[in-house]
């Protein structure tokens, strides 16, 4: 039995709480860091969400609060069937200005199933002319992550550049949880598949992204310097198969 919903209503992108909230992290000192970019151009038509942004964000600290620059996060979490599959498919089309030619860590756009009951991430990065699936568990601010005798936190990349570069492109993610498996698909085609998955995700919120991925460095963040990343995301359908 399929379920399939959309999530998009891009129209209410300004409506905070609504569908889509500003993506970030509550700090150990109460405030909360958030992931806007101030002189961001936000656009919405013909059901597309359009954002350039201008990068100016940076955190010394802290890496993951350095990684995001604008981001919305969906306000539905997508609960994972226990036996069956849930798959993410939308479009993205990504165009860079001012990022190192070949470099897709100094500017992309993404689009991030991110499960904080777990830390565990499934992404994908579109830059100018690369782009890269994403497989992770990660130290998210706030987030316990579970005990594990193996590798508890990792992210493992793989880079590509068969896609139609600064063109939309379909992107799909599916997680099978009694499989332990995650498949990776662009534009219709499986281009990666994870087996034996070392952890159990519960539920997704959808984030949307505009992102560098650069180390910190002993002087803290180089992940600025004067880039700007124009994204844009289509309506995302989830298909849950019980």
């Known amino acids: ?36 970019e101030p002189e ?5 038509r013909n059901g597309i969400l359009y954002v350039r942004a201008p990068l100016s964000r ?20 997508i609960k994972v069937p226990e036996a069956g599959e849930v798959s993410f498919e939308l479009q993205i089309r990504s165009r860079t200005q001012g990022t190192a030619p070949g470099d897709l860590y100094d500017g992309y756009v993404s689009v991030n199933l991110l499960d904080f009951t777990t830390g565990a991430a499934l992404d994908f990065f579109a830059g100018n002319d690369k782009y890269a699936s994403v497989y992770a568990v990660l130290p998210f601010p706030g987030v316990q992550v579970p005990e594990s005798d193996k590798t508890k936190y990792f992210c493992i990349f793989k880079e590509d550049t068969n ?14 949880r009694g499989n332990d498996e995650v498949i990776f698909y662009l534009n219709g085609e499986e281009i990666r598949r994870e087996r034996q998955v070392p952890i159990k995700f519960n539920q997704f919120t ?17 992940s600025v310097h004067g880039q700007t990343v124009t994204a844009e995301w289509s309506p995302v359908t989830v298909t849950i198969k019980e």
């Open 40 to 44: 961001a151009v936000v656009i919405v």
């Open 1 to 36: 039995m399929d379920n399939q919903k959309v999530i998009g209503d891009f129209h209410t992108i300004l409506s905070e709480g609504e569908v889509w909230t500003t993506g970030g992290f509550k700090l150990p000192d109460g405030s909360f860091w958030a992931y806007r």
């Open 58 to 77: 940076q955190n010394n600290h802290i890496q993951i609060l350095d990684n995001a620059k604008h981001m919305y996060y969906s306000v539905e979490q």
């Open 163 to 176: 896609f139609k570069a600064r063109e939309f492109n379909t992107y799909k993610i599916t997680y099978n």
């Open 206 to 222: 959808i984030a949307l992204g505009i992102m560098t991925e650069k180390d910190l460095t002993p002087e803290g963040s180089v």
